[in-house]
T-cell receptor, first 114, second 114 residues
Framework: GAGVSQSPSNKVTEKGKDVELRCDPI?????LYWYRQSLGQGLEFLIY????????KSGLPSDRFSAERTGGSVSTLTIQRTQQEDSAVYLC????????????FGEGSWLTVV | DQQVKQNSPSLSVQEGRISILNCDYT??????FLWYKKYPAEGPTFLIS?????DKNEDGRFTVFLNKSAKHLSLHIVPSQPGDSAVYFC?????????????FGKGTKLSVKP
C-alpha cells in the first residue's frame, strides 16, 4: 500500500498474555519508529530502526518490550506478560533515507489489556 | 525531563480568527521542527515543518515561526476553520546528530467553534 500499515488495528488481551503488533512501513523507507500514546498523554518514543538495526532503544519502558525488524521492512513490536498500564495506541512511522525529515505515521494499533 | 513542551493542553478559537499554538524546547541541538495534526482514532499526519536555518515557513493557512534564541516555535492558523479542530503535536529532531527519533510534545487540543 501507499502508507504505513499496522495490524491489528484493535487488540483486547488479558493481563499476562503476550501480544505482537506488526508494522509495514512505506516501501523504500529505511527508518522505522515505534511510538505509543496512552490516554491523555503525548506521543512517547519507544524505539527507532535504521535498516534492521536499532540505534536507539531508549524509549522501551521495560524488558517486557522488544522489537525487531527484518529485511529492512516489516517490524514487530512484542509485549510480554502484558499489564493494564500497557493499554495505549501503538503508532508506527517510517521515513525515507534521504528525502526530507518528515516521518509518516500509520493508523495505530489500539491495545487494551483487561 | 521533557525536551519539547506544549504548555497549553487546549485552546478554543472562534471560526475565522487566528489560532496560535506554542511550543518550547530545551535541547539546542535540535535542528528541525515539525507540526503534526491528529484526529481522534487516526494516526498523526504531517502538517508543516521548519529548519533551524529559517525563522518562518508558510503553507497556505499555516505558518510556523521559529525563535532559536528563545527556543520557541509557534504555529499560526489563519483563518481557523471547524475542520482544524484536532490535537496538534510539536516535534523536534536532531537530524545532524546520532539521534534519529523525533521528540514530541504532549499536544494541544484545538477546538474551532463555528
Amino acid at each position: 500500500g501507499a502508507g504505513v500499515s499496522q495490524s491489528p488495528s484493535n487488540k483486547v488481551t488479558e493481563k499476562g498474555k503476550d501480544v505482537e503488533l506488526r508494522c509495514d512501513p512505506i516501501s523504500g523507507h529505511t527508518a522505522l519508529y515505534w511510538y505509543r500514546q496512552s490516554l491523555g498523554q503525548g506521543l512517547e518514543f519507544l524505539i527507532y530502526f535504521q535498516g534492521n538495526s536499532a540505534p536507539d532503544k531508549s524509549g522501551l519502558p521495560s524488558d517486557r518490550f522488544s522489537a525487531e525488524r527484518t529485511g529492512g521492512s516489516v517490524s514487530t513490536l512484542t509485549i510480554q506478560r502484558t499489564q493494564q498500564e500497557d493499554s495505549a495506541v501503538y503508532l508506527c512511522a517510517s521515513r525515507p533515507a534521504r528525502s526530507g525529515n518528515t516521518i509518516y505515521f500509520g493508523e495505530g494499533s489500539w491495545l487494551t489489556v483487561v | 525531563d521533557q525536551q519539547v513542551k506544549q504548555n497549553s493542553p487546549s485552546l478554543s478559537v472562534q471560526e475565522g480568527r487566528i489560532s496560535i499554538l506554542n511550543c518550547d524546547y530545551t535541547n539546542s541541538m535540535f535542528d528541525y521542527f515539525l507540526w503534526y495534526k491528529k484526529y481522534p482514532a487516526e494516526g498523526p499526519t504531517f502538517l508543516i515543518s521548519i529548519s533551524s536555518i529559517k525563522d518562518k515557513n508558510e503553507d497556505g493557512r499555516f505558518t510556523v515561526f521559529l525563535n532559536k534564541s528563545a527556543k520557541h516555535l509557534s504555529l499560526h492558523i489563519v483563518p481557523s476553520q471547524p475542520g482544524d479542530s484536532a490535537v496538534y503535536f510539536c516535534a523536534a529532531l536532531n537530524y545532524g546528530g546520532s539521534q534519529g527519533n523525533l521528540i514530541f510534545g504532549k499536544g494541544t487540543k484545538l477546538s474551532v467553534k463555528p
